[in-house]
């Protein structure tokens, strides 16, 4: 199992690397990969079954990935990416009355949550991508997410050998730790800050310290992840499975492993923009 989990963990590391590197399409066209996957493995576990509300929530995702496709300009870009939202809620509430009393009001809400959430907040990942440098903002999000998770895990392991470590959430997560989340978030703001001085002559996109601005990211970026794989596993224990899928050997799911990430990458691309203001 160990081994298995390893291996998809390099091969999904090698896919990022390459979709970040290259960005463009191919970027996009991985992201919308995941928003679909992810989607359906949402849908599945809140118990979304009628084909025409799954498929309207995907032509929801579709559009909005057209809107964000490189050859689209930003000014469109803002101006239709909003759009879709309010396009997606009201036509979900159309069908909601002109067929009532087809379906519930939760039915409704499920497909409108499952196609943000995650199929839209991902998309994020690939809007950070083709900002200004943008491909190293992009590791900012895989540090404070990814990052802070695995110095989590480590510290929380190394203060559990030395003494009784307080729990997070123990209804949720017992076994995540108050320590250990302090220590992801410190380890990953180390990282952002080194990350932040040895590419400092390359981003140039802020006017306060480079290492401080990418510190303050992965520290943010970490515990807004936390709450992004909390929220994933609440939802778990609610519907009662233990595994969104099995698409990634050893890891689950898209949901199960880029949990973090869907709510870690749009919080960050709002505060790239906030720090370029001061």
């Known amino acids: 199992?160990?081994?298995?989990?390893?291996?998809?963990?390099?091969?999904?590391?090698?896919?990022?690397?390459?979709?970040?590197?290259?960005?463009?399409?191919?970027?996009?066209?991985?992201?919308?990969?995941?928003?679909?996957?992810?989607?359906?493995?949402?849908?599945?576990?809140?118990?979304?079954?009628?084909?025409?509300?799954?498929?309207?929530?995907y032509i929801t995702i579709g559009s909005f990935f057209l809107i964000i496709m490189p050859v689209v300009s930003d000014e469109k870009r803002l101006m239709l990416g909003a759009g879709v939202f309010v396009l997606d809620f009201l036509i979900s509430m159309a069908g909601y009355v002109f067929t009532f009393p087809k379906y519930t009001y939760k039915q409704v809400f499920d497909v409108i949550i499952g196609a943000i959430y995650p199929g839209i907040l991902i998309s994020f990942l690939y809007l950070i991508r083709i900002s200004d440098c943008g491909m190293l903002m992009c590791w900012m999000v895989f540090i404070a997410a990814w990052g802070?998770?695995?110095?989590?895990?480590?510290?929380?392991?190394?203060?559990?050998?030395?003494?009784?470590?307080?729990?997070?959430?123990?209804?949720?997560s017992p076994k995540k730790s108050i320590e250990g989340g302090i220590g992801g978030l410190f380890f990953a703001g180390l990282i952002g800050f080194l990350f932040g001085l040895g590419f400092q002559k390359d981003i140039t996109i802020f006017d306060i310290s480079t290492p401080a601005a990418c510190a303050l990211?992965?520290?943010?970026?970490?515990?807004?992840?936390?709450?992004?794989?909390?929220?994933?596993?609440?939802?778990?224990r609610n519907v009662g499975i233990k595994d969104?899928?099995?698409?990634?050997?050893?890891?689950?799911g898209v949901m199960d492993r880029f949990d973090s990430i869907i709510f870690a990458a749009p919080c960050i691309y709002y505060l790239i923009i906030i720090l370029q203001m001061f």
């Open 148 to 172: 802070s998770d695995t110095f989590a895990y480590l510290t929380g392991m190394t203060f559990k050998k030395l003494y009784k470590v307080h729990q997070m959430t123990p209804k949720l």
């Open 217 to 236: 990211i992965a520290v943010f970026g970490g515990m807004i992840s936390m709450v992004g794989d909390l929220a994933a596993s609440a939802i778990k």
């Open 1 to 57: 199992m160990f081994l298995k989990r390893l291996i998809s963990g390099i091969v999904l590391l090698g896919i990022a690397f390459a979709g970040i590197y290259f960005g463009g399409w191919f970027l996009w066209a991985i992201v919308l990969l995941l928003a679909l996957t992810g989607t359906y493995e949402m849908y599945k576990a809140l118990g979304v079954k009628d084909i025409a509300m799954s498929v309207f929530g």
């Open 244 to 252: 969104y899928g099995n698409v990634i050997p050893g890891h689950g």
